[in-house]
């Protein structure tokens, strides 16, 4: 009788396997739980969102949902800069925006036609924050300020207050804390102009615009005796915690603070109070403060506010040029600094070569157009996650609520074999159309119409 088969080899038993505590990737994906966290890492390019919802249907229902969106803003904070608006000549006299990216990061064109319809070489951008634009309007009786969300479309306007003088700043600021979706909370508009006070010393004037109540407050003024209004320059304004603050001609700085609604004027270090107003800009500090940068022919020099100092400033930092911007071929050529822009820590310099951004922190640059060195550009930065695949997929029905208070006109069409279809925003119409999917007789009407209003989408889209 043979003897049973020892259960373990001759040194001993078997050990039993260890079970893996690293699921596989499949897991992963098929994990309701672990796919959100997943897809959240993706890089916050234009193409990542679009990309990953033609995976299937699951994917783009996660990926298109508020909450994910949501979330996805919250994980990476700082958008990417699309492109530039601009208010001056920028290789193309009928263009408003400079795209940044290129494709498959490239957002489409229609997202950012001028909402003002024909006569946008008449409107001025003021600023551009947090993913809207404000923009001021032709001289005139009924002047007005608009304040625009290209990604949705939503656009608000205001007439200006009765007795505005010739606005020189503006500012559009939410009331949010910037970390979840800007476009869905409340907002004001801040307008500055200057004027001569009953003492004959000219004095800074500012007005507040609440989206909540839909009305402007009293005027607000300072003393600014020393200020020039001699030049059309401006440039965005700086926002540090709850101000607001403008380079003005003059080697002077004012300041707006939302919260108090007040009005002042700071002096500049005396080191750059006798420099151009192109080679200076304010920015913001490390510790998230106002601060100063000045671009000589070789370097850019950072200063910060010091109340232990006696001219209130002290510089803290110098960043050689040498190292981010390419070789200039003449290095006597003076850098100009357009703007800087606070959401992704960038400052925007021209040399004969073009505008290039430098990123403060890892001082990396990138160039982003061509143009003469005294333009007005306005950097735009947001999170988009519809692509040409999936516009229209959700439909629209999302676009009034990200901005509860703002004017969105949304339009119907009749296809072919008489079926209507919306309502759709006119930038899904504006993106369908430049795709070649309607012909050239193409009419809509607004929800508030029949279908017997119809106009053409060619004529809709121009009186926008």
């Known amino acids: 009788m043979s003897e049973p088969e020892p259960e373990h080899g001759p040194e001993g038993p078997e050990p039993e396997p260890i079970p893996s505590l690293r699921p596989s990737s499949s897991s992963v994906l098929d994990s309701d739980d672990l796919l959100p966290v997943v897809l959240r890492r993706l890089p916050p390019r234009p193409s990542s969102l679009p990309r990953a919802s033609l995976v299937c249907r699951r994917w783009r229902d996660l990926v298109t949902s508020r909450n994910f969106l949501r979330d996805f803003r919250e994980f990476h904070r700082a958008p990417p800069v699309l492109g530039l608006f601009h208010n001056t000549y920028l290789g193309a006299p009928d263009r408003r ?33 947090h993913g809207r634009a404000l923009l001021l309007g032709p001289m005139g009786p009924r002047r007005e300020v608009l304040v625009w969300d290209p990604m949705t479309g939503a656009r608000r306007r205001a007439p200006l207050p009765s007795d505005a003088g010739d606005v020189r700043h503006g500012a559009v600021l939410c009331s949010c804390d910037h970390v979840r979706d800007c476009r869905s909370s409340q907002f004001q508009v801040v307008l500055v102009w200057f004027e001569l006070g009953l003492t004959y010393l000219r004095r800074a004037v500012a007005a ?17 005796p020393f200020v020039s209004t001699a030049s059309n320059a401006s440039k965005p304004g700086t926002l540090a915690g709850n101000a607001v603050y403008w380079l003005i001609p003059g080697s002077r700085v004012l300041e707006f603070d939302a919260v108090t609604r007040n009005l002042a004027v700071i002096s500049v270090p005396a080191y750059t109070a006798g420099s151009l107003y192109w080679q200076c800009q304010l920015m913001l500090t490390d510790a998230k403060e106002l601060g100063l940068a000045m671009v000589t022919e070789i370097s850019i020099k950072l200063w910060k506010r010091d109340s232990g100092n006696a001219c209130g400033w002290s510089m803290y930092s110098s960043v050689q040029l040498e190292g981010c911007l390419p070789p200039r071929k003449w290095m006597q050529e003076q850098p100009s600094l357009l703007v800087y822009h606070e959401e992704s820590n960038a400052i925007f310099v021209w040399i004969e070569a073009g505008v290039f951004m430098i990123q403060l922190e890892s001082m990396q640059s990138r160039l982003m157009c061509q143009g003469a060195s005294n333009f007005e550009i306005y950097p735009f930065a947001g999170f988009y996650n519809r692509g040409d695949a999936t516009a229209g997929a959700q439909g629209d029905e999302d676009v009034d609520a990200r901005w509860p208070t703002a004017i969105v006109d949304m339009w119907h069409y009749e296809d072919p074999q008489g079926d209507s279809h919306g309502p759709y925003s006119m930038v899904s119409l504006q993106r369908w159309s430049g795709n070649g999917f309607f012909a050239e007789d193409f009419r809509v009407w607004r929800t508030d119409e029949t279908k017997e209003q119809a106009i053409l989408l060619t004529d809709a889209m121009l009186s926008l």
């Not at 494709?103 to 924050?129: I, Q, T």
């Not at 507040?208 to 600014?224: D, L």
């Open 97 to 129: 925006f400079v795209a940044a990216v290129d494709p498959p990061d490239r957002v489409p064109d229609s997202l950012f036609r001028m909402p003002c319809g024909r006569d946008h070489r008449s409107w001025r951008f003021l600023d551009c924050r």
């Open 208 to 224: 507040v615009y609440s989206s909540e109540s839909g009305a402007w407050s009293h005027i607000i003024t300072v003393q600014a």
